[in-house]
């Protein structure tokens, strides 16, 4: 009888614990993933532009005022939805935006980019996604706030909304105009 049984309970104990999992997350910001970069330099890397593949921006020529990076790419869906905040947020000179084309095709990237319009003051490109590995980015959209220094200050995994430029960027860049 006991045989017959084991599956059954074993079943029960791996659905309590799945259940007990989804209500210890619900209501989590899931976005709001820790980067062991936060309070770090950001990784060294010297990638290509998007407008001259000749030219080669590295980590050090970042340095001097903070910046928002954001990852994008032309394949990626929730890039389209976050485009405009992207927009409002370089228009409005708060902070330089420098874009990271991450695993994508130059002249897709041009495209999209003239259909979208192109918000960054600076597009790298990691089209193999090597130097991505480095910064711990897994997809698009990603975004990383960086102050003057070239230290990590944080991460948000996911499409940037008004109401998080508005709770979490714009604080930082206070408190990091605070700290100069």
């Known amino acids: 009888m006991m045989r017959r049984l084991l599956p059954l309970i074993a079943f029960a104990l791996l659905a309590g614990l799945l259940y007990a999992g989804v209500r210890m997350n619900s209501g989590k910001d899931t976005s709001a993933i820790p980067s062991p970069l936060i309070g770090k330099p950001v990784p060294a890397f010297n990638l290509p532009t998007l407008d001259d593949p000749t030219r080669k921006i590295s980590d050090r020529d970042l340095r001097?005022?903070?910046?928002?990076l954001n990852v994008w790419g032309s394949w990626c869906p929730n890039c389209r939805v976050e485009h405009p905040v992207i927009s409002d947020l370089s228009r409005s000179g708060k902070l330089r935006v420098?874009?990271?084309?991450?695993?994508?095709?130059?002249?897709?990237?041009?495209?999209?980019?003239?259909?979208?319009?192109?918000?960054?003051?600076?597009?790298?490109?990691?089209?193999?996604?090597?130097a991505a590995l480095d910064w711990g980015i897994y997809g698009a959209p990603e975004s990383f706030l960086v102050d003057a220094r070239g230290i990590v200050r944080w991460k948000f995994v996911g499409p940037i909304d008004e109401t998080v430029v508005r709770e979490q960027i714009e604080p930082l860049l206070a408190t990091m105009a605070g700290e100069q």
């Open 64 to 68: 001097g005022t903070p910046y928002l």
């Open 98 to 130: 420098v874009g990271y084309n991450y695993k994508d095709e130059a002249a897709d990237a041009k495209q999209w980019l003239q259909q979208f319009g192109n918000p960054y003051a600076l597009i790298i490109v990691d089209e193999e996604g090597r």
